[in-house]
């Protein structure tokens, strides 16, 4: 699905549209959404300061670089991005060009006053950043642009060329009602003229900054007149029965006075916001986005229950679970992995102590389970803070953390946040075959299909087989993998199902490469024992589903 380019607009500067594009970025990226922020606003840039503390590194490029990759006819323009940590979730930045300390470095306003954006039209802009917005909208679900205030080429670009939807940011004063309604017209003309096919803009108008807690009076006076003045916005998205003045009670962010110095994210330490904070106003607006400017009703009905439905997305993991285990349990965890790979449960394992690891930014598995024996390691423990930290906020309820406990673990020598969750034991002498189901009862929220023995050693058998590579590390291990297969056999022969399962487990572990399918492949003859093996268990598989 195509993601969606918003634009911030306002005409005055002063507003607090960065700040409130750049609070909606964090809240859109810890919610599992994929977000890309985008300074615009090249005469006065300053994105970059809201996400300084919490980027990968300072921006070697931007806007201005991308403009002066069409200028030298840069077949492969890059992407000008850089990263931002916010908890888990996706978020990059297109600052306006290259930054050095906390100010654009000594070239860039030479080289943003240099660039004549009508003549660049002239020669084709329009199609490169039509492609530009192409890769955009393949790789993030929202694309929030910092516009440029008042009226010009640049406006123009952002405005009509580039979004889906306008976010139009203004205060409580002349010289922004004034203009407000007649600047999303003039866009919509300007899109008309436009060779692509966009529909008409979707605007959604934000009164910034009211001071309602010391001039009540006025400040209610001056909500009311600047409803009259927006309400045509809403004309052609909000759901009937939702008024305008409903809907601008949502959409406006109060003024703080602490969050008035410097740029900051309130966001970030907001969390949750209780209703007289910022934040609580800034979800809102974000969750407006989140739900494309839908469901209104449902807003003007039960705040907390939208904004709660948009940062309950369930985000994209690569497995369902990562089992956590000290290096002594290699071989338990080995098991558990194959058994919830046979009932259906992606897995995966995480090597605690690997530092690489636990600074990634992203989270691999949707839950986790740790595997403890006597007492948890202090990289587990660190592992499993991570996890808290990332996952048992507003924003992460439907992710579980789990306990896998040798009989004879004393629960209560876990740490305190550890105790109260679902502990499950099991013996490391046995394969876990009943915990693996249990843990899949309780991610997938379904019992597990119930199997004979003798089916479930078939099944686990030909998984093995299947997902062996085509290639091994070194050519050591075909010795070892011709022994497996010939003790598969056997036990196959003598119905012997135990060591079938237990054979089938030890091929995983050879077929186990960490070099990205290089090494020698297999000789052909093994490759035929190989695949002699695995029909004869797709037969007897077969025997055993068309039975009577």
């Not at 030479?110 to 003549?119: F, K, P």
């Not at 899109?191 to 803009?201: A, F, I, K, S, T």
């Not at 006075?257 to 209780?274: A, C, H, N, Q």
């Not at 896998?404 to 046995?430: I, K, N, Q």
């Amino acid at each position: 699905m195509s993601g969606t380019v918003i634009t911030f607009y306002s005409y005055k500067g002063g507003v607090g549209r960065s700040f409130t594009l750049a609070n909606t970025a964090v809240l859109l990226a810890r919610w599992g959404y994929r977000v890309l922020a985008v300074d615009w606003d090249l005469e006065a840039p300053g994105l970059h300061l809201y996400f300084r503390p919490h980027l990968s590194q300072m921006p070697d490029g931007g806007v201005v670089d991308l403009a002066h990759d069409f200028i030298r006819k840069v077949e492969m323009p890059r992407s000008h991005t850089v990263s931002v940590d916010v908890d888990g979730g996706v978020l990059d930045l297109m600052a306006a060009g290259k930054v050095v300390g906390n100010k654009l470095d000594a070239d860039y306003a030479y080289r943003m006053q240099e660039i004549d954006w009508a003549d660049l039209y002239e020669q084709g802009f329009a199609e490169y950043l039509e492609d530009r917005r192409e890769e955009w909208i393949a790789k993030y679900d929202f694309v929030l642009i910092d516009s440029r205030t008042g009226v010009s080429d640049i406006a123009g670009i952002c405005a009509a060329q580039l979004p889906d939807r306008l976010v139009v940011v203004f205060t409580a004063n002349e010289q922004n009602l004034n203009e407000v309604v007649d600047i999303a017209r003039l866009a919509d003309l300007a899109r008309d003229r436009l060779p692509y096919d966009r529909p008409r803009h979707q605007v959604m108008p934000v009164l910034s900054r009211l001071d309602n807690r010391q001039e009540y009076q006025r400040a209610e006076e001056w909500h009311q007149k600047c409803t009259g003045v927006v309400a045509p916005l809403f004309s052609n998205w909000l759901v009937k029965g939702v008024t305008p003045e409903q809907m601008m009670r949502h959409l406006t962010v109060p003024y703080i006075s602490f969050w008035s110095f410097g740029e900051l994210l309130p966001v970030m330490t907001e969390r949750p916001p209780s209703p007289d904070q910022i934040s609580f106003a800034l979800e809102t607006v974000a969750a407006v986005i989140a739900h494309q400017f839908d469901r209104t009703d449902l807003l003007a009905d039960n705040r907390d229950a939208y904004v709660a439905v948009a940062r309950s997305r369930r985000r994209n993991f690569d497995w369902d679970l990562l089992v956590s285990s000290p290096r002594t349990l290699w071989r338990t965890s080995t098991e558990l992995i194959t058994e919830l790979h046979l009932l259906g449960v992606t897995a995966n394992r995480s090597v605690s102590g690997d530092p690489e690891f636990l600074e990634r930014t992203g989270d691999p598995a949707e839950h986790l389970c740790l595997v403890v024996d006597g007492e948890l390691s202090r990289w587990q423990l660190t592992e499993a803070e991570r996890f808290v930290r990332r996952t048992l906020g507003p924003d992460g309820a439907q992710r579980q953390m789990f306990c896998l406990l040798t009989r004879g673990t004393d629960r209560e020598r876990l740490p305190g946040f550890l105790r109260s969750l679902r502990h499950l034991e099991f013996d490391p002498a046995a394969r876990p075959v009943g915990v693996a189901r249990e843990l899949h009862d309780l991610v997938k929220a379904t019992p597990a299909p119930e199997t004979e023995p003798d089916l479930e050693a078939l099944r686990s058998a030909q998984a093995a087989l299947r997902e062996l590579p085509g290639h091994l590390p070194y050519a050591g291990r075909f010795a070892l993998l011709e022994e497996t297969v010939r003790g598969m056999a056997g036990a196959l022969d003598d119905g012997d199902m135990d060591s079938l399962r237990d054979r089938s487990a030890d091929l995983l572990l050879i077929g186990k490469s960490h070099r990205n399918g290089t090494g020698p492949a297999v000789p052909a003859p093994l490759r035929d024992e190989l695949g002699a093996l695995l029909t004869r268990v797709d037969r007897r598989i077969s025997t055993f589903t068309h039975r009577d």
